[in-house]
């Protein structure tokens, strides 16, 4: 090993971090004022051009300095990695990933390259993206032992940033996830879910009552629909108002997790010790959000988890998934400590129940409202099997889900037309393996690109119509939405029960159009979905929900008053 390889990897991982941590935690000037001053005063207290000349010399320093550790560290192997797009020799890929839709960049570089697996370089770390739904189950379903591990991203992991590091989601293929892993399925597997079923549906349909008063407010109702669901199977607890306080904590602990969670949307998971810049630093205004999206995180994780105990302790607990698992700790016999961490993994169990549940039921669900919008057919053709069935005199129940086949089918083509988790979760390669004659080292971090998959035309052809009948046909596979292998969403079924109970009673109860323009001409919506985030939504778009006839909105209105 050369003189300059061991500066590199050596002296450079093990002091850089302190180094630029004391660089970066040294205040450019006293004048500066703490809380932030106003953007000119700002200015007036650093010298002009320098503090930004300053903080791009560093950062260049400190990019070429991480690129070469990694370079330095990298095992040279007989195989070549998997084909790559052009890329810098320092740097790689890095000024060439897209800030937005990455997803569909990384699709393009698969089709240009003529493989559905590629590799990408971030300043030496290896990312291989996967893009089609053979090359995933592959490795990640069949070789799950060697990739079900998470990298662990900065932003996501740091208690100094956002603290959401042991949500069962995120965790390390380790103990504390195998036990928060254990405690989910024995909560959600599917025997379980069905004792839910009266939840979900009492949920379901007070939501759709609503809509009925308030028909533009479908996304509201949606989300107090799926907030209040998991709150009452998961910690027993009943929302009664649109402005309860538990709604707040969801709702801005779910903004700030599937903002942070996506590892190309901040610099730090790249560059893991920017962590430790000071949130007055010009530029670090995502350290900022970061410390308000810990609290919401704090909040999430406490306040539901607290008002449980509290009502056991009183003994006015009502059944829930986390009275089950905190009575079942209650009588092992164990001491103290042993005590007290496994309550805060019944703790972080119950709130990435609480944290991933929702926004996605939610996202789904307002596909559904733009697929209708756009195809009324489809809704037509939905609504006389449902008609068929439930001969216009109730509502559906879950029992009829297979008498409803037409209606499955529309709810995985909701799922696959516009996937909702385009980029899912990244998984961790923990060994050196070959795929096809590719290089997959240790330490790889894994990227699935369900949206690739879920538009690939060699499963489903003239993949951008929305078109239920293909899955009519048993053999086509339905869109990767709940994640693979070990990494798989544990509450699929909780999900499932949810969307189809939902759709269902909305097919049964209501017509969805578009609006119209002053001569009567429908205005449909672009169909594009938002930005860049863990979990996507359509884009805002405008619709008409109102009840199919009187008679169906007095079945939904009984119901309610019952």
């Not at 892993?181 to 024995?186: F, P």
């Not at 390669?429 to 879920?454: L, R």
């Not at 609006?515 to 938002?530: A, R, T």
């Amino acid at each position: 090993m050369g003189s300059l390889s061991i500066v590199v990897s050596v002296l450079v991982p093990r002091h850089l971090p302190n180094w630029m941590g004391i660089l970066l935690s040294i205040p450019p000037s006293d004048k500066l004022e703490y809380p932030l001053p106003p953007e000119s005063k700002r200015r007036m207290a650093l010298t002009p051009g320098l503090h930004d000349t300053y903080l791009l010399g560093l950062l260049i320093v400190a990019l070429g300095a991480v690129s070469l550790s990694r370079l330095s560290k990298r095992r040279k192997s007989p195989w070549r990695l998997p084909p790559s797009p052009k890329s810098d020799p320092l740097f790689g890929h890095i000024r060439f990933l897209p800030s937005v839709d990455e997803h569909i960049v990384y699709k393009q570089w698969s089709d240009e390259l003529k493989s559905d697996i590629i590799s990408l370089n971030m300043m030496g770390q290896i990312i291989i993206v996967l893009n089609s739904a053979e090359v995933a189950n592959e490795l990640l379903v069949k070789r799950s032992a060697i990739y079900a591990d998470r990298p662990q991203m900065a932003m996501v992991r740091s208690e100094r940033l956002t603290g959401w590091g042991n949500n069962t989601a995120f965790l390390s293929h380790g103990e504390r996830w195998r036990q928060q892993r254990k405690m989910s399925h024995e909560v959600l597997h599917r025997k379980s879910t069905e004792e839910l079923w009266p939840v979900i549906v009492k949920q379901s349909r007070l939501a759709l009552q609503r809509l009925l008063d308030h028909p533009t407010e479908c996304l509201a109702e949606f989300k107090r629909m799926a907030a209040s669901s998991i709150l009452s199977s998961a910690y027993g607890y009943e929302v009664t108002s649109a402005d309860d306080d538990f709604l707040e904590i969801v709702e801005a602990a779910n903004q700030g997790l599937i903002s942070t969670a996506l590892a190309g949307n901040f610099f730090v998971n790249v560059i893991p010790w920017l962590e430790y810049i000071p949130t007055w630093f010009p530029g670090a205004e995502w350290k900022r959000l970061a410390n308000k999206w810990r609290t919401d995180k704090d909040k999430m994780l406490h306040t539901p988890f607290n008002w449980t105990k509290s009502q056991m302790t009183a003994g006015t607990a009502p059944p829930s998934m986390l009275k089950n698992l905190l009575t079942s700790l209650a009588n092992k016999d164990i001491d103290l400590a042993s005590l007290l961490k496994e309550e805060d993994h019944i703790r972080w169990t119950t709130g990435t129940m609480f944290s991933a549940g929702s926004d996605t039921s939610v996202a789904v669900l307002m596909v559904f409202v733009l697929a209708m919008t756009m195809h009324p057919e489809v809704q037509a053709k939905a609504q006389r099997e449902i008609d068929a069935v439930l001969g216009g005199n109730r509502l559906p129940g879950m029992e009829d889900k297979i008498s409803l086949p037409f209606t499955q089918c529309l709810i995985k083509e909701v799922l696959r037309w516009r996937q909702i988790v385009p980029l899912a979760i990244p998984h961790k390669c923990t060994q050196d393996n070959n795929y096809k004659g590719y290089h997959i080292p240790e330490g790889s971090m894994i990227i699935a690109n369900s949206w690739a998959m879920s538009n690939d035309p060699r499963v489903y052809p003239r993949p951008g119509d929305f078109n239920p009948d293909r899955f009519l046909d048993s053999s086509v596979p339905e869109a990767p939405t709940f994640g693979y292998g070990r990494r798989g969403c544990p509450g699929v079924h909780f999900a499932e029960a949810t969307l189809f109970i939902t759709i269902s009673t909305m097919l049964a109860v209501f017509d969805i159009r578009p609006i119209c323009d002053e001569v009567g001409n429908p205005i449909l919506p672009s169909g594009q979905m938002g930005p860049n985030l863990l979990v996507s939504h359509p884009a805002p778009f405008d619709c008409v929900i109102s009840p199919r006839s009187k008679n169906h909105e007095q079945l939904l209105r009984e119901w309610a008053e019952a």
